[in-house]
């Protein structure tokens, strides 16, 4: 029931495209859905995040959806960049804070 | 730069080894998170302190401790290493020990035990 379930591990997108990465959980204790972004050598880093209340949310070029009755939230990068290249994991937590993390997916923008 | 330092950066060291891994949090964050990242297990949560005290364990093994120090530095200690103990640590730390706090990862202590 802690598991959060990451799909594709490895995305390739043309420059400009949409980049759309899909998780699920089952836990409906969750509620706390964040995104981090981690470039080779460094550490994850915070995209975005959501709760439950809301649908959508949007900031920039990053959007989260979530399904609230399907347990499923998704990310999508649009207009993507090779800048944007890097690992995506998934993510939730419970009111103590700790992450539970998909397993990740590569993004390889292609120029 | 998330404001989160660990050190060392790399370690190598031999099995049955200990070694200890530092962590500085961001000015004013009060929680320190420990997480491992390894190829077959991705990013798994170790251990939570909140303002010196454990707040949160995860799949931690027996051979591992962690401390947060009045400073509210954190170290993780690591004995008779193994193999299989080679991974990335990370720390991360947040303002508050519960809630929808967002934390901040540091560059992470890559281990190797040869």
């Known amino acids: 029931q802690q598991q959060v379930k990451q799909s594709p591990q490895s995305l390739i997108v043309q420059k400009g495209g949409i980049s759309i990465i899909n998780c699920a959980y089952e836990?409906?204790?969750?509620?706390?859905f964040p995104w981090y972004q981690q470039f080779p050598g460094k550490g994850p880093a915070l995209l975005i995040a959501?709760?439950?209340?809301?649908s959508e949310k949007k900031e920039g070029r990053f959007t989260i959806s979530f399904n609230k009755s399907a347990k499923q939230f998704s990310l999508h990068i649009m207009d993507s960049q090779p800048g944007d290249s890097a690992t995506y994991f998934c993510?939730?937590?419970?009111?103590?804070?700790?992450?539970?993390f998909g397993s990740g997916t590569r993004l390889l923008v292609r120029p | 730069d998330s404001g989160v330092t660990q050190t060392p950066k790399h370690l190598i060291t031999a099995t049955g080894q200990r070694v200890t891994l530092r962590c500085s949090p961001r000015s004013g964050d009060l929680s320190v998170y420990w997480y491992q990242q390894s190829l077959d297990q991705g990013l798994q949560f170790l251990i939570q302190?909140?303002?010196?005290?454990?707040?949160a364990k995860g799949n931690i093994l027996e051979r591992f401790s962690a401390q947060q120090f009045p400073d509210l530095h954190s170290e993780l200690n690591l004995s008779s290493l193994e193999l299989g103990d080679s991974a990335l640590y990370f720390c991360?730390?947040?303002?508050?020990?519960?809630?929808?706090?967002?934390?901040?990862f540091g560059p992470g202590t890559r281990l190797t035990v040869l």
């Open positions: 302190y909140y303002n010196g005290e454990e707040r």
């Open positions: 836990n409906t204790a969750f509620d706390y």
């Open positions: 991360a730390s947040s303002v508050e020990g519960a809630g929808y706090n967002e934390q901040f």
């Open positions: 993510a939730a937590s419970r009111w103590e804070g700790k992450l539970i």
């Open positions: 959501i709760r439950p209340d809301v």
